[in-house]
């Protein structure tokens, strides 16, 4: 089955692009001065690195730009912080050689290679001391609800995050499939946007009466009952391979492993936000390998979005 929710997106594509990362411009394969260097080049030129982030919450800034003060401090360049406009235009950046380092969903990152993106993932976030890698995609409901289990979102109005959202789609699609239920004809999806945005709605039962998001967004709303989980294969950091050696190097021995302790340590404003300590306790460092579930998934699935065009 060839799911084709969201086959428009590939319409808007490029126009999403130009407005979501349109200070982006350069690529890295360009023969330009301001963005090759004799070993390598730069998205926008060599004193920057352009930082691309998802947008999965409303506090996504907040949350990454403690990491990409910290970029800044270790690679001796300027960081400039690009939150696309959707989960899609990330692809397409990377694609297009517009980005330098990124944060994206494992998900976003397959379908980015599938697409030709020349990047590389070095680390994954851990959200608290002792766990690995990783997050549970959840599938939630009201708190006063009767539903008990996927098996019951049939014939219901379900919410999802994003339509390349890892743990706010390709798992929960992948989840109905396995309860026998088709994605296309047996609910109504309804597409929030944001991980914070689909747990919302969900606990207000209204506009969704079912519906997933990752579990830091479902800690954070109230009024919800969460009737089954998975393990998630945690949300990759990437360089693109046209950086100079060095700087990649710089990303993967002083960033793949650092800590919260070490991030406070080194003065970076925020660092001890509420928000900040909330998401990110430790980076671990995660190889492409390390995806290969979500091709899996992706086969199972058969999602239109697996595939970058």
Same mark, same amino acid.
């Given at each position: 089955?060839? /799911? !084709?929710?969201?086959?428009?997106?590939?319409?808007?594509?490029?126009?999403? /692009?130009?407005?979501?990362?349109?200070?982006?411009?350069?690529?890295?394969?360009?023969?330009?001065?301001?963005?090759?260097?004799?070993?390598?080049?730069?998205?926008?030129?060599?004193?920057?690195?352009?930082? %691309?982030?998802?947008?999965?919450?409303?506090?996504?800034? @907040?949350?990454?730009?403690?990491? $990409? =003060?910290?970029?800044?401090?270790?690679?001796?360049?300027?960081?400039?912080?690009?939150?696309?406009?959707?989960?899609?235009?990330?692809?397409?950046?990377?694609?297009?050689?517009?980005? =330098?380092?990124?944060?994206?969903?494992?998900?976003?990152?397959?379908?980015?290679?599938?697409?030709?993106?020349?990047?590389?993932?070095?680390?994954?976030?851990?959200?608290?001391?002792?766990?690995?890698? %990783?997050?549970?995609? +959840?599938?939630?409901?009201?708190?006063?609800? !009767?539903?008990?289990?996927?098996?019951?979102?049939?014939?219901?109005?379900?919410?999802?995050?994003?339509? @390349?959202?890892? @743990?706010?789609?390709?798992? *929960?699609? &992948?989840?109905?499939?396995?309860?026998?239920? #088709? *994605?296309?004809?047996?609910?109504?999806?309804?597409?929030?946007?944001?991980?914070?945005?689909?747990?919302?709605?969900?606990?207000?039962?209204?506009?969704?009466?079912?519906?997933?998001? +990752?579990?830091?967004?479902?800690?954070?709303?109230?009024? /919800?009952?969460?009737?089954?989980?998975?393990?998630?294969?945690?949300?990759?950091?990437?360089? !693109?391979?046209?950086?100079?050696?060095?700087?990649?190097?710089?990303?993967?021995?002083?960033?793949? !492993?650092?800590?919260? #302790? =070490?991030?406070?340590?080194?003065?970076?404003?925020?660092?001890?936000?509420? %928000?900040?300590? $909330?998401?990110? &306790?430790?980076?671990? *460092?995660?190889?492409?390998?390390?995806? =290969?579930?979500?091709?899996?998934?992706?086969?199972?699935?058969?999602?239109?979005?697996?595939?970058?065009?």
């Amino acid at each position: 089955m060839k /799911l !084709s929710i969201t086959k428009t997106l590939a319409v808007g594509a490029a126009l999403v /692009l130009s407005l979501g990362l349109a200070a982006c411009s350069g690529s890295a394969g360009a023969s330009s001065t301001d963005g090759a260097t004799d070993a390598g080049t730069f998205a926008k030129d060599s004193s920057t690195l352009v930082f %691309g982030v998802v947008p999965d919450t409303v506090n996504t800034q @907040s949350n990454y730009q403690p990491i $990409a =003060d910290y970029i800044a401090k270790i690679t001796g360049k300027k960081v400039e912080y690009r939150e696309s406009s959707d989960y899609t235009a990330l692809i397409q950046a990377a694609i297009a050689g517009q980005i =330098d380092v990124a944060s994206f969903s494992g998900f976003t990152y397959v379908t980015a290679t599938n697409g030709g993106a020349k990047i590389t993932p070095f680390a994954s976030i851990v959200t608290k001391e002792g766990q690995k890698p %990783g997050y549970y995609s +959840e599938a939630i409901v009201p708190a006063n609800s !009767s539903i008990s289990s996927i098996d019951d979102f049939k014939g219901k109005k379900v919410c999802f995050v994003d339509p @390349s959202s890892t @743990s706010g789609y390709l798992f *929960p699609t &992948y989840n109905l499939i396995k309860a026998g239920i #088709d *994605p296309e004809k047996d609910i109504t999806p309804v597409f929030a946007g944001k991980h914070d945005a689909s747990a919302l709605k969900v606990s207000q039962g209204a506009e969704c009466q079912a519906g997933f998001a +990752e579990d830091s967004a479902v800690d954070a709303q109230s009024g /919800l009952k969460v009737v089954a989980k998975t393990m998630v294969p945690g949300a990759p950091m990437v360089f !693109s391979n046209t950086l100079p050696d060095e700087i990649k190097k710089d990303l993967s021995d002083k960033l793949s !492993s650092v800590t919260i #302790d =070490d991030i406070q340590k080194a003065g970076i404003k925020n660092a001890d936000s509420d %928000g900040f300590k $909330a998401t990110f &306790y430790a980076f671990s *460092p995660v190889d492409d390998a390390y995806y =290969d579930q979500i091709r899996d998934i992706c086969k199972v699935t058969k999602a239109a979005q697996c595939e970058a065009k």
